[in-house]
């Protein structure tokens, strides 16, 4: 059975990408989370992660350590991972190619933190643009494939991708217009997706720089979390 390792579920954006590919493909591992210790996160990940990051998958003494290397080693031994169809897979692969290189300003400006709520005061031109993008991606993946998930429809790695935009947009409250509204609440109606998002609400963990990140967002409306002890 393979073994993934991810870290807080409230701020780990990337450890959630292939822990609900595999809840929602019903593909059977075990969760091994390891929490952000501030500067001690590239020794302590080092353990388990040749690059000192989450998420980590281990499969019989095989290790693959990035979140697209994760999804390209799953496809070569389940079905289902890409869409079936060439047009909808080339498509996915480069959807999905794209999050994982780019939106930086989205990263930085809207950090993953499940429990909070948060005012932004302002969008400024580059966040805009990259959450038009988003949008963009969103209303034609839909409308060229028809739904309900981006490529067809199945839920597969490209839905992955973006699953942790879903909880930016909740967290933000970013506004996304046509296809692309209702597909962020679908994402975070799925089942996955909603276990993953109470795990999240009952960890007491409070990284200090993941926190100051979210501070800088915008003004705080609510924090839902478990009180930190």
Not at 25 to 32: K, M, N, P
Not at 45 to 67: E, H, I, K, N, Y
Not at 106 to 118: K, Q, T, W
Request: net charge neutral.
């Amino acid at each position: 059975m393979y073994t993934l390792y991810i870290a807080n579920k409230n701020y780990s954006s990337w450890s959630l990408r292939p822990w609900v590919l595999l809840r929602e493909r019903a593909i059977a591992f075990t969760e091994q989370l390891v929490p952000f210790a501030g500067s001690s996160n590239r020794e302590l990940f080092r353990s388990f992660s040749p690059s000192g990051t989450v998420p980590c998958l281990v499969d019989q003494g095989l290790t693959v350590w990035d979140s697209l290397g994760i999804v390209e080693f799953l496809a070569e031994r389940h079905a289902g991972i890409w869409p079936a169809d060439p047009a909808a897979r080339s498509w996915a692969r480069c959807t999905a190619a794209e999050m994982h290189s780019g939106f930086g300003v989205l990263r930085e400006r809207c950090p993953m933190n499940c429990g909070i709520r948060v005012r932004l005061e302002v969008i400024a031109a580059e966040l805009g643009q990259d959450i038009a993008r988003i949008e963009e991606l969103w209303n034609e993946g839909i409308g060229r494939f028809g739904g309900p998930y981006l490529a067809g429809a199945s839920f597969t790695a490209v839905d992955a991708f973006f699953a942790p935009v879903a909880f930016r947009v909740q967290t933000y409250g970013l506004a996304l217009g046509g296809a692309a509204a209702g597909y962020a609440q679908r994402l975070l109606a799925l089942g996955a997706m909603r276990a993953w998002y109470d795990e999240a609400l009952r960890e007491a963990w409070r990284e200090p720089a993941h926190e100051a990140d979210a501070r800088r967002a915008g003004a705080w409306i609510e924090d839902l979390r478990q009180r930190a002890p």
